[in-house]
C-alpha cells in the first residue's frame, strides 16, 4: 500500500506540470483535460491510444461505484430482515433492483451540464467517505477490544496450492491499484483550480495531503478489519459488523457509502460525457441534436436546460453500466481488474512520457534510465495484477 501509494505520488507531481506549457508553471498553453494534454505532448496516435484507456477507465470506474453501492444498499436492506421477519428468514436479496435503484438516481444526475456544476456533489462525496471510514474505523477497533485477540495471521488468507495463493495475491495487487484512480481526473480537476499561486504547486499540495490522508485511512480500515475478522474479513468491511455493533451507526455508515458512490459516479463520468460532446460537436457541429436546449420548469426545482445529446448519450452511458454490473456484480474481481488495466498506461506510463517531452530531458542520462526503470517494473506489476484480477472473475462468475 505505501509503495503504491509513493508511486502515484511521484506520477501525481509529473501530470500536474503537464496543465501548462511550455513552462509548468506560467505557460500560456493550458491543457484543460488528461486526453488534451497527451495530444499537445505526445501526438494524435498516442492521444488515440490513450482515449481508449481513458474513457474505458472512467467507464469501468462508474461500474465499480455502481456494484460497491449495491452492497450497502443490499446491507441496509438485511439489517431490517431478521428483526422483522426472524432469524431463521431468508434475506438474500438479489442485486438487480438496488443496481437499477442507483441508476435511474445517476440518469437524473447525469443531466447536470458539466464539472462546474457538481462541485456541491463531491464535497458530498469527500464528506462522506470521512464519515463512514472513521465509523468503520471505530467499529473494528471496539470488535477487537472485546474480542481481546487479534484475528487473522501474518501470510493472509490460506490457499490450497501454491498457485492459488499466487492468484490471491495478484488480485490484491488489483484492487490496491484501484485505490488512487484520481489521475484519470486530474488535470480536469486542475483546470477548475485559480492562479495565482500556480495551479500545479497548489495541486501538488493537495495531492499530498489527500494521498497521506487516504494512505492512512486505508491501512488503518485494513489493519483493523482483518485484526476484527481475520481471514473472513468481507470486501465491504461494514457488511462485517451487522451482528455486532448499533444497527442505526452501520446503516448510516452504509448509506454514507452510498452517497459517496453517488457523487463519484458523476465526478468520474463527467470527464467522459465531455470527452464525447465535444468530440459530437466537431464531427456534427450543425446536428440539431447539439444545437437544440429544451428549458423545462418542474415544481420545487430550480429552472434547468435540457439537450437532447445530452439526454440520449448520458441515458445511454448510465444504462450500459447498470447492465454490466448485474451481470458481474462481483466487488474485489471488478475493482482488481479495473485497478490493474489502467494503473500502468494512465498512472504511469503517460505522465512520464509527457513529462520526458516536457522538459527535454536527454536519453540515456541518469534522469532518463530512473524514468524508463520506473515504469517498466510498474508494467511487469500491471500485468501480473491483471491476469489474477482476470482469472478471479472467470473463476467468481463461473464457480
Known sequence: MLSFALVTLISTFLLCNCYRSPDPEYGLNRNRSYLEAVHNNLGRKNALVC??????GLFGAGIAFTVTSTISLRAIQNSYCHPIEGTLANCQYGDASFILMFGVVQVLLSQLPDFHNIQWLSILAAIMSFSY?????????????????????????????????????????????????????????????????????????????????????????????????????????????????????????????????????????????????????????????????????????????????????RTAYVLSTTGIAIIFPFFNQILGLLGALNFWPLTIYFPVEMYLKQTKIEARTAKWLMLRIFSIICLFLSLFALFGSIHGLISEKLG
Open 133 to 313: 471510514a472513521f465509523i468503520g474505523l471505530g467499529l473494528g477497533f471496539v470488535k477487537v477490544m472485546g474480542d481481546g485477540y487479534i484475528k487473522g495471521s501474518i501470510t493472509g488468507i490460506p490457499a490450497f496450492t501454491a498457485a492459488d495463493k499466487v492468484w490471491l495475491i495478484s488480485q490484491a495487487l488489483g484492487d490496491i491499484s484501484f485505490a488512487y484512480p484520481y489521475s484519470l481526473i486530474l488535470i480536469e480537476i486542475q483546470d477548475t483550480l485559480k492562479s495565482p499561486p500556480p495551479e500545479n504547486q497548489t495541486m501538488k499540495k493537495a495531492s499530498t495531503i489527500a494521498t497521506v490522508i487516504t494512505t492512512l485511512l486505508y491501512l488503518s480500515c485494513g489493519g483493523l478489519g482483518y485484526a476484527a475478522f481475520g481471514d473472513d474479513t468481507p470486501g465491504n468491511l461494514l457488511t462485517g459488523f451487522e451482528s455486532y455493533g448499533p444497527r442505526w451507526l452501520i446503516n448510516f455508515a452504509n448509506a454514507c457509502i452510498v452517497l459517496h458512490m453517488v457523487g463519484s459516479y458523476q465526478v468520474y463520468s463527467q470527464p467522459l460525457f465531455a470527452n464525447v460532446e465535444k468530440w459530437f460537436a466537431e464531427e456534427f457541429p450543425e446536428s440539431g441534436l447539439m444545437k437544440k436546449n429544451y428549458t423545462v420548469r418542474l415544481p420545487l426545482l430550480p429552472v434547468f436546460t435540457l439537450n437532447p445529446l445530452r439526454l440520449c448519450f
Open 51 to 56: 482515449s481508449l484507456f481513458l474513457q474505458v
